[in-house]
Structure formats: C-alpha cells, structure tokens
C-alpha cells in the first residue's frame, strides 16, 4: 500500500469523517484544468471543483505564477496599522462587481468566518445606532458554516447536534421552494409583524441555491420579495454568496438576479480562485458609518492572523484577471447551456425525484424507493459507483450534483451525465 495512505492513517484526522469506517483516502499527486492524478496515475474529473472551490482548473499556471511572486515579494503582514497594495487592489476591483451599494471590504480567512463577521458587524450596527437587537432570521435546512455563529443560523441537524444547547436561537422560516412562495413570505411577514419590540437585527440566506441543504434552488422574484419585506422593516440582509459568488449561478453574483442589494456580502470558496483561503464581508456605507467613530466602543474588534494575506490576494487578484477574460462567461454559458439539456434528458426517469440546474450547477435527486435511509444507505455505492468511472461526484445523501470548474471539456461533463445515466439504470437492475 501507499506509503503515504498508511501514514495518513497514523496521523491524520479528516474532516467530515468517520475515521473508523472510512476507507482509505486516495492519494492525489497533482491536478490540472478539471482532472486530478491520484498516486497510481489514475486520472478523477473533478466535478465538484474540490469542495466547490475551484473556478479555473487545478494548478492554474496564472494564478500560481502570482502566488509565487507575492511569497517572493511579501507573504505576510500585520494587517492593523499596515496595509500593502494587493489587499488595497483586491477591495478596489471587487467592488466594481459586487452589488453597486456595497462600499467597504473587509478581510478574513475561510466561509464560516466571512458569515461570524457578517452577523457580528449586523449586531454591533444596531448597538452602535442604540437599539440591542438580538433575533436572526434564516431559511430552514440553511447551511453557513461550522463555527459557533455560523451552525446557529444554519439548519438544525446531526451535525449540529453535540452543540444544539449552545447554539443561539433563530426565527427560522420556510425556504420559497417552487409552490412554497406564500408558504414563505407569510411566515416572513409574520415574524416580521410580531417583532413589536424591534428585536430582529438581520436576515440572513443562500441567494438562490442552497448548497449543502442539496442544491436546492428556488426563485429570485421570491427572495427579492423577502428582502423586500425585510427592507421596509430596515432589517439588514445578509447574502452568503460563498458558493454562489463568482459566476456560478451564469452571473458574477447570485444577488445580480434580485433588484433587491444585501446590505452584506459574505465571499469565500471560489474567491481566489480555489488556490487558498480567504475569506471577505462587504458591507455599505451606511453599516461602515455606524463603526466610524471617535469612540472606541464604537470599533469593530475583530481580526484575524491571517486577514487579507497578500498571497491569498494576489491569488483572488489572479482569479479576477481570469474571470475577466471573454472565455469565462462563454464556458459558464455552455455549461449551463448543457446541464440544462442533461436536465430536460432525465427529469421523467423514474428513479428521478427531481433534477434541476442553475448556472453551472447541476443537482439530481433520486427518488426515495425505500424510506429515508435508501440511498443514504447507498451513499457509498454511488460514490463508488462515480470513482470507478474517474468521476469524483460526492452525493449529498440522495442528491448527486455538479459544480464543475469552468474549464470543464463537454467531452467530460458527458462522461459525468454517462455515469448519472449508468447509475440509473443501475438502481432499476436493483429493483
Ligand atoms: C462552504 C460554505 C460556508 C462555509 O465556508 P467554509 O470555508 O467551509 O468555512 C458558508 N456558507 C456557504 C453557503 C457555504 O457553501
């Protein structure tokens, strides 16, 4: 055996695993465009762009050149009293994208910390305008991250479990699914009418595709309808944009669908590319005004050792140049073009319980056949079922889905429908 999956054994602990019952991990040596080379050769099309990360291919030789000349050049500063000029860049060309009321970047290092800043900057800005606001508002079944702010507004699951009695309550409501729009909006409008005290701070949502939940996508005229209440009532509203951002959904941001802005944005994930971590939190001027004081209680204290590394901004500075170029939005068109055909292919099967696609992300759910646990009991088989075919596509329970990187061939992204297809011819040999 490998010599480096034994010792991984020895000495590592991954996430999300049960180590007791894992097989062993496959050993990838190096990656290119959409494909990764595990230690045998063996070429996987990486159709989850590693943990919905990656926007451009694997070992991106644009984006490593400038990695490699910001660690030359500077790897790391103090971001408190000093600033350096690929951090000042970054907020500069970011801002031209994100949504036109956002106004001031800030910096942190992963998803789940972009969504802890978020709340705390939503909180504080009622405190320093005066007001102690203390409720949240999220969608059931939300997911925004495993810190402790992050998994209280996300769903209550197994994973949250162990730390329910810590976690903060939250004024949870329906998600607007297709034919669950009034469902939603009522129950929006009636926690917004029972907050006579002025209690609730923010709203915070996946705009439009509700990635761990399962890619589950509902409509942009129905979230701008919630923002829209929220708007009325001055309650702030939060997009987490970490897997949505970035061209995903065929736009740069899923919140260009709304004609609603979010008064926060929340970025990570595809940020750099996929090439290191970074987390950011935009926000308006109007939230940055009610920080900028003379008093010191008044500041934002918070940070982090690694805010705005100047690696992991030349790096998003790199991804930026790349989405800029004219084959990127072309590619995520012919993506989407294609996934939305797969989806009109396979909609009718009738191991098919729903499929659905936005932008480039792909989602097929398999029906149910025999209770809850069918195909999460089968989790494995269908993992298995994709990695012997050189596909890594990691089923969310009954879910199997697509978020390739752009650069994905469409000789590639047949081979992924293929295998979708042999599964489902799979699963009625099984019946
Ligand atoms: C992945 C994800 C997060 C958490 O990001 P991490 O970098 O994994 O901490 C938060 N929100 C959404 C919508 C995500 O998809």
Known sequence: MN???EKDKQFVWHPYTQQATVSDHICIVRGKDALLY?????A?????SSWWVNLHGHSHPH??????EQALTLEHVIFAGFTHEPAVSLAERLLKYLPENQSKIFYSDNGSTAVEVALKMAI?????????RKKIIAFEHAYHGDTFGAMSVSGRSAFTK???SFLFEVEKIAVPFAGQEEISYAQMQSVLDGDIENQIAAFIYEPLVMGTAGMKMYAPEALDKLMGACKEKNILCIADEVMTGFGRT????????MSHKPDLVCLSKGLTGGTLPMGITACTEEIYQAFYSKEASKTFFHGHSFTANPMGCASALASLDLMEQEHTFKNINRISGMHKKFVLDIKDDIHVLEARSFGTILAVELRDTDGSSYFSKNRELIYNHFLSRGIIGRPLGNIVYAIPPYCITDEQLECFYEACRDLLFLLKKNI
Not at 38 to 42: L, P, Q, R, T, V
Request: glycine share 6%; proline share 3%.
């Open 44 to 48: 996987y099309i990486d159709v989850v």
């Open 63 to 68: 984006i490593a050149q400038k990695v490699f």
């Open 3 to 5: 010599t480096i999956v």
């Open 250 to 257: 065929s736009r740069f941001f899923a919140s260009d669908h």
């Open 124 to 132: 504080q800005y009622w405190q320093n305008k005066g007001e102690y």
């Open 38 to 42: 595990d230690s045998n050769g063996k």
């Open 162 to 164: 162990p730390f329910d």
